[in-house]
């Protein structure tokens, strides 16, 4: 352990608490300070990741420690088989889709590397020579998978964050068959692309439609078949599953998948390596809890996200992105003049309140949304953007937490005096 720092922050099952690290060389006890408890804090960042839902839990639980390999053909074997296939039926019901053509994957990240193939065809159709991705997108899409940089072209999109059209169709038309990728729900603004219309410009000129389901599965209805969609990609964490699971699902007739991880003839030698037995189990239990419960938690997602806009809409200044057009039912990102998210994540956090300044993949950097950048958001507005993101164990009090802990912070704002954080 360095002795270069004298603190460092350490997470209990009870509480967060400061680890003051000695000065002396010789070893000694550490000395645990505690702060807010856990069990009283906020959480307001399920777009990052959920907790895990209690039926996943217990299948973790249950599927830890089974023996076989699924690739095994003796009865501990199968038993492991029987269910990472339970899983995969899960998955596809869900999904509208075919359980043969699902295919489970370590997460989102590598969902969407793994559909970002070239020459992928559906059907002996004319493969796919290069890749279209729309401005928003994750960065794992925006890193344009198994394709060169030099084969990848990005689509615009308007103010609140919807893909253009026309742009689509002018970057599409004359051109060979191409792949495109468009998310269905941001994960920063929310905002839900009109995808089965993408997915018929798209078809129209030849291509496949990669969608990246990863923000929307779980909060709304997601069908391969009413999409329109050639591959999609899923992950567990986002609807309450464990961190490490993921999956593409493919309609019909796609060919051309290009294994990533290669070696043993796992997941139809579309993707080696042992599957993560347990893991998926879980994925397939969070599946059924959360397609189950959508309907009354996305209602009851709605309700809160809307209360919790108005009151944060007292601030005079508060700007809101993509509120005009469809969104998920438990997102909000907003920004106001003179607020700096790194400040302002910091002084909730210290309410005992978590949320983001955007996507967790990249919050934890000093950069602007990529995201706002591409919407044509001022930047004063984009360095302060703060995203809420609502979940199926949110509450009233938590609303009300949030929108005190707020009104401490836009009273700080207009006064114009940001070193009164400090005191926040």
Not at 37 to 65: C, G, I, K
Not at 409 to 424: D, H, I
Request: charged share 20%; hydrophobic share 45%.
């Amino acid at each position: 352990m360095s002795q270069a720092a004298d603190s460092a922050a350490f997470f209990g099952s009870d509480t967060v608490c400061l680890v003051k690290r000695p000065k002396a060389a010789k070893p000694q006890r550490l000395e645990l300070e505690a702060t807010t408890p856990m069990n009283s804090r906020v959480y307001l960042d399920w777009n990052a990741t959920a907790p895990l839902r209690p039926e996943a839990r217990a299948a973790l639980a249950a599927h830890w420690d089974v023996a076989g390999n699924p690739s095994s053909i003796h009865a501990e074997g199968r038993a492991a088989r029987a269910l990472v296939e339970a899983a995969r039926d899960a998955l596809a019901r869900a999904l509208g889709a075919d359980a043969r053509n699902v295919i489970f994957t370590s997460g989102g990240t590598e969902a969407n590397g793994l559909g970002l193939t070239p020459g992928m065809s559906r059907n002996g159709s004319s493969p796919a020579k290069w890749l279209i991705v729309s401005a928003i997108e994750h960065a794992s899409v925006l890193a344009g998978g198994q394709f060169m940089r030099g084969d990848i072209a990005v689509a615009p999109v308007d103010g609140d964050g919807i893909v253009d059209r026309d742009a689509l169709r002018a970057l599409l038309h004359g051109k060979p068959a191409a792949l495109v990728s468009v998310m269905l729900a941001n994960n920063e603004t929310g905002a839900i692309q009109p995808i089965a219309e993408i997915a018929d410009i798209v078809h129209e000129a030849g291509g496949l439609l990669h969608v990246d389901a990863i923000q929307a599965f779980g909060k709304i209805p997601v069908a391969v078949g009413e999409l329109k969609a050639d591959l999609l990609s899923v992950s567990a964490h986002k609807i309450g599953g464990p961190k490490g699971v993921g999956a593409l699902v493919l309609t019909e007739g796609i060919e051309g998948v290009a294994a990533t991880i290669r070696g043993g003839g796992q997941e139809r030698g579309r993707r080696a390596g042992t599957e993560n037995v347990a893991g998926i189990a879980a994925f397939g239990a969070a599946v059924d809890a959360a397609i189950a419960a959508m309907p009354a938690e996305s209602a009851a997602m709605a309700n809160l996200r809307n209360r919790l806009e108005s009151g944060l809409k007292r601030h005079p200044g508060a700007v809101f992105f993509s509120e005009t057009v469809p969104r998920l039912p438990n997102t909000t990102l907003f920004s106001a003049p003179g607020l700096k998210a790194e400040t302002a994540v910091i002084a909730f956090d210290l309410e005992g309140i978590a949320l983001s300044s955007g996507s967790a993949c990249s919050s934890g950097k000093v950069q602007p949304s990529h995201v706002l950048a591409a919407m044509g958001v001022a930047p004063d507005l984009i360095q302060g953007a703060l995203r809420l993101s609502l979940g199926w164990q949110s509450q009233d009090a938590d609303i009300d937490r949030c929108l005190e802990a707020w009104r401490k912070l836009s009273g700080v704002l207009r006064k114009g005096n940001e070193t009164g954080l400090e005191r926040f």
